[in-house]
């Protein structure tokens, strides 16, 4: 039953309130942080190896303290499923859910001791955001349009760092390229079905472009070991994969009381993918139809009442 208007209004107001107390100082946080992100930028080019570590240790500092918020203040526990090795350089590819997923994300490179180093794909458009866009510059962020050949040249200055410099890097990509929703995952059926691809259920299908080149890239870098193949899921309640608003991650108290979070990690070496780049296209389509069969084991899970912590995780305690 819906609430009484004014008693949603008061409710509102109330998060709103509590929003502005979490996060008002952890914003004031992030404006210092682009500033002093922006400030690196002249350093880029005569000492760029000083300037991407301290971008890192500016941008730890900032995702360290939104995760807090998330799991310290606003009580979210996150179901992690899969081990990874301390410090390694990977090529990390997800399915993509809502804005929360980057936290579920962050706690695996907590855990690793890769916080700082995480480097996402970003919209192009962020550049030209005063500060943030040029901090994101100074991160060595890859910005991109999604149209491959217009972003061949800004992931030619990415892999520059990682290759010649030896940067250590968690170079992260939500593979299908937006968020899932009823109308994208219907139109990609559609195409599916026309392609005689696989039918996924809680997944789109993944654009293989930018992994192919990002492994064809990489794979001979002395420090980038692996693949990690992250699977993301949520509930509220019996609702499968319904995830919080950015807004509610950092307004609404005791989180997981309302959701339950989860992230799986595989880990594969790169030195074990296929050579060609139509086999590596093949490779990550296979990832993703194991990532439904996953997802859709999460969901039985659910509907029988079982906690997502007993879900049979045989495939994360592979050794290194």
């Not at 005689?196 to 299908?205: E, F």
């Not at 029988?304 to 912590?309: D, M, P």
Request: net charge positive.
């Amino acid at each position: 039953m819906s609430q009484p208007p004014a008693r949603g209004r008061a409710l509102f107001a109330l998060l709103l309130l509590r929003c502005i107390v979490v996060a008002g100082p952890w914003l004031a946080h992030l404006f210092v942080a682009d500033l002093l992100l922006t400030l690196l930028l002249p350093l880029s080019v005569p000492f760029p190896t000083l300037s991407y570590d301290a971008a890192s240790q500016v941008a730890a500092s900032v995702w360290l303290a939104v995760q807090s918020i998330f799991t310290h203040v606003n009580g979210a526990k996150v179901t992690v499923s899969g081990t990874l090795p301390l410090q390694e350089s990977a090529i990390v590819v997800s399915n993509h859910v809502e804005w929360a997923d980057f936290y579920l994300i962050q706690a695996l490179a907590i855990n690793a001791g890769m916080l700082g180093r995480c480097r996402w794909f970003a919209k192009q458009q962020l550049r030209w955001i005063p500060f943030l866009g040029w901090g994101l510059w100074a991160m060595r962020m890859p910005l991109v349009s999604r149209k491959w050949t217009a972003d061949k040249k800004e992931m030619d200055r990415v892999f520059h760092g990682i290759v010649w410099m030896g940067w250590p890097t968690w170079l992260i990509s939500y593979s299908e390229g937006t968020r899932f929703d009823a109308a994208k995952h219907g139109e990609a059926v559609t195409w599916c079905k026309a392609h005689k691809k696989p039918i996924l259920h809680h997944t789109l299908y993944p654009r293989t472009r930018g992994f192919v080149a990002s492994v064809s890239h990489l794979r001979r870098v002395p420090r980038m070991q692996a693949v990690y193949d992250v699977t993301l899921a949520y509930a509220k309640g019996n609702k499968f994969m319904a995830a919080p608003t950015f807004w509610q991650t950092l307004s609404v108290p005791n989180l997981s009381k309302t959701w339950d979070f989860y992230v799986h990690v595989d880990r594969y070496p790169l030195d074990e993918l296929p050579d060609t780049d139509e086999d590596l296209a093949l490779w990550l389509e296979d990832r993703w139809v194991e990532k439904d069969a996953r997802l859709e084991s999460l969901r039985e899970a659910l509907a029988r009442g079982e906690s997502w912590e007993t879900i049979d995780s045989a495939k994360s305690s592979k050794d290194f």
